[in-house]
């Protein structure tokens, strides 16, 4: 169980996350929703353990998260693989990092496997940058599956993806999250309403400035339903309306609360 | 304006050809003027034409000067001796240059891997934490911006031997271009691709080898090629202290003593060296970064 207990953080003065105070059970599939700038990838990265917390914390079953977090692996937008390393290779270096015991051969089989698992059969010794968008974001999926941890981190994964490479990969990260049976949490950070309602099987919203949990809503027809029939399902259109909705009205609130307009004295 | 050149170096060819004391060189003119044609001529871009401009470039120069210093005599016969005597002085003095360069070679060779051996290992150190590089960039920018010329008499007080004074002179000059590339370099690596490595809970010199090395590894190249142009520069000066032979010496000895000549042969072997110094150095650029090459 991830426990995030009243979490704060602020880069100089500026208040990035307040009081974020929020459980996730085991096996679930969370979607972190917001805008740009809202904190989310703040968020996950203090959850991974890369950035610390100015006040409050994070706990993964019980125990604090302070430096690089073993139980996580983490998909970035982009940059996740090491351009100067074969996709192989990439992978083997995550591979013999966390499993020292295992003998190079068996560790290269093991990469070969895991870029099958994919759909990346045959790009073992192909670099990176000879890679799709779409392709090189497999081979990080593969090597973050590759690590044995539980809890698979994504920021924007698909972000920078054409339509259909997105439609792909997001069915390849839910058919792996419902094939690890509950074994496997993963968070998703996304500002796409329609990927969140897809994807997750809980959504935390977040409002920006400063990022804070505005609802959390659960999901649960995205565990079963294809992806024809989720859109057509009533409790998930309505769902969507909600998202919309709250969206607006933390938008309406933050125009409220500001000074659109200057009296022009002293000019 | 082709037929125009073509007019014109024909006259300056004939003209070179007809001076009776200069057959041969005349003669050398003329494949100047047709080389210098044929690269007017050349079609469609690619290595062929690279070299057929480069030659021509070559040949020009080469025609120039014959004109200038044998034909029409308008430069000081003294500073200037013809391309054929210069010609003829460069096989005889060949020997003697190639054993210079073994010499030249060792110091520079030593002081060089030196450099690279100091300077990469000291700017990971340095560029991988933020306190340490603030805390040297004052000394590496005050230091690097001095000339290594000036520690030549500190280093021949202190070192034991000639040569190794020379060593530290040329390692001076090779090193801080190398270290601050070297920080820039692994500054310069991505947050997110050191995130992700921190991820993989790499051993430390599994992270420096695998990671911060290759990660800074570009900018250490372009490090690299400017500490070898540097170690060049400080050759010569490296090799006033003691030294009784190498290419620096041998340039400034025959110089000392007004043999243009020999000088001038000096410069052209120099040259030579520096060309296959840096082809070979292209090479070994080029098979380190080879995962650039293969972008779509």
Redesign the interface.
């Known amino acids: 169980m991830i426990e995030f207990r009243d979490l704060n953080v602020s880069f100089q003065d500026k208040t990035v996350l307040e009081k974020i105070d929020f459980t996730v059970a085991d096996g679930e599939f969370v979607c972190l929703l917001g805008q740009s700038g809202c904190g989310k990838s703040t968020l996950l990265r203090v959850l991974a353990g890369l950035l610390p917390a100015t006040s409050g914390g994070v706990t993964i079953d019980g125990r604090a998260v302070c430096g690089p977090e073993r139980a996580c692996s983490v998909v970035f937008q982009d940059y996740s693989l090491f351009p100067w390393m074969t996709t192989g290779k990439n992978l083997m270096l995550a591979l013999a990092a966390s499993y020292p015991e295992k003998k190079r051969a068996e560790i290269r089989d093991l990469a070969e496997s895991y870029l099958e698992m994919v759909g990346l059969g045959g790009v073992f010794g192909q670099y990176p940058a000879t890679l799709s968008g779409g392709m090189r974001q497999r081979a990080a999926i593969a090597r973050a599956l590759a690590i044995p941890s539980r809890i698979l981190l994504m920021d924007e994964p698909f972000g920078a993806l054409d339509p259909v490479n997105r439609a792909m990969l997001q069915d390849l990260i839910k058919e792996l999250h419902r094939d690890s049976r509950g074994a496997r949490t993963m968070i998703f950070v996304t500002h796409d309403v329609d990927e969140a309602l897809y994807l997750g099987t809980e959504i935390v919203l977040l409002g920006s400035s400063p990022g804070r949990v505005i609802a959390r809503e659960k999901n649960p027809a995205a565990r079963n339903l294809t992806r024809e029939k989720l859109f057509n399902d009533g409790s998930v259109i309505g769902l969507q309306r909600k998202i919309m909705d709250i969206y607006r009205a933390d938008m309406t609130e933050k125009l409220n609360h500001r000074t659109l307009f200057h009296s022009g004295n002293g000019i | 304006m082709k037929i125009l050149l073509f007019i014109g170096f024909a006259a300056l060819t004939a003209a070179a050809l007809l001076h009776a004391d200069h057959r041969v060189a005349g003669a050398g003119a003329l494949i100047a003027g047709v080389t210098l044609i044929r690269a007017l001529l050349a079609g469609r871009g690619g290595r062929r034409r690279t070299i057929l401009d480069v030659s021509a470039l070559l040949c020009g120069f080469l025609l120039a000067w014959q004109l200038a210093a044998a034909n029409f005599r308008v430069l000081d016969p003294v500073l200037f001796p013809t391309p054929e005597e210069v010609l003829k002085l460069f096989f005889g003095e060949f020997g003697e240059m190639f054993k210079g360069m073994f010499s030249s070679l060792y110091l520079l060779g030593s002081a060089y891997f030196l450099a690279l051996a100091t300077a990469i290992p000291a700017g990971l150190a340095v560029g991988g934490s933020e306190r340490l590089r603030d805390a040297a960039e004052p000394f590496s920018k005050v230091l690097s911006a001095i000339p290594p010329i000036v520690y030549i008499p500190y280093a021949i007080a202190l070192l034991p031997s000639f040569s190794a004074a020379s060593i530290f002179v040329i390692w001076s000059g090779a090193f801080w271009p190398i270290f601050v590339n070297t920080i820039a370099g692994v500054v310069n690596i991505?947050e997110?691709?050191l995130?992700?490595?921190?991820?993989?809970?790499?051993?430390k010199r599994?992270f420096i080898f695998?990671?911060l090395l290759?990660?800074a590894?570009p900018s250490i190249l372009t490090g690299a090629s400017l500490g070898l142009i540097f170690s060049f520069l400080l050759l010569t000066a490296a090799e006033l202290i003691g030294a009784t032979e190498g290419l620096g010496w041998y340039v400034k000895n025959y110089s000392d003593f007004a043999d243009y000549g020999k000088v001038i042969c000096g410069i052209i072997f120099i040259g030579l060296v520096i060309t296959a110094i840096t082809a070979v150095s292209r090479r070994i650029e080029k098979a380190l970064l080879r995962?650039?090459e293969?972008?779509?």
């Open positions: 991505p997110t691709l995130d992700s490595a921190r991820m993989l809970h790499l051993k599994i695998r990671i290759p990660g590894m995962y650039r293969v972008r779509k």
